[in-house]
């Protein structure tokens, strides 16, 4: 779809995402005064095209970035972590962690990861996972609980009236509250960062 724009519409819609994000976007003057435009008529003749394309939306009077163009891109091809293979050039679709984990959902949140308890399964330490909230846990769930009055990332496992917090690193003891265990939410994902 952005194929169909020049490449001045193009840096345009570039420059407008990295300026307003997904806020309304301000008047036409505003934004002429803003990205050193003389006329507000120019701001409107990149406006005119970007909306018959679906770059931009409104909403009564009010113009916004359509939210399908925030996000990385998702190229169709998966790369293997093995063998080489030729890459398609092909785009499917653009992602965004606020969309595919419901980041913006109010029972929705983030954490950072300390300590190497789940290792095994796949959450480092510094990772960032995303805790949904939910205080009724499947036996295997990864939940974030409260145990005894401090907070902890481990496995759920409920055996009958048995209830016991699981580590994923065979260095770290099952952990049973003593007084009391309280499931904040369970964890549908992780985010690491490499650099």
Known sequence: ?????????????????????KDPLPSFENIACEFGFKHKNSVWQYFKKLKEYSFINSIGEKFFINPEHFGAVLFATPVKAGFPSPAEDYVERRISLDNEFKIDSPSTFMFTVKGDSMIDAGIFEDDMVVVKRKSDPTSGDI???????????????????????????????????????????IVTGSVRRFV
């Open 1 to 21: 779809m952005i194929n169909m724009l020049t490449q001045k519409q193009k840096s345009f819609f570039e420059k407008l995402k990295a300026t307003y994000g």
């Open 143 to 185: 939940v974030l609980a409260c145990v005894d009055g401090e907070y902890t990332l481990k496995i759920f496992r409920k055996k009958g009236q048995d209830i016991y917090l699981e580590p994923a690193n065979k260095n770290y003891d099952v952990i049973k509250a003593q007084n009391s265990m309280e499931i904040f939410g």
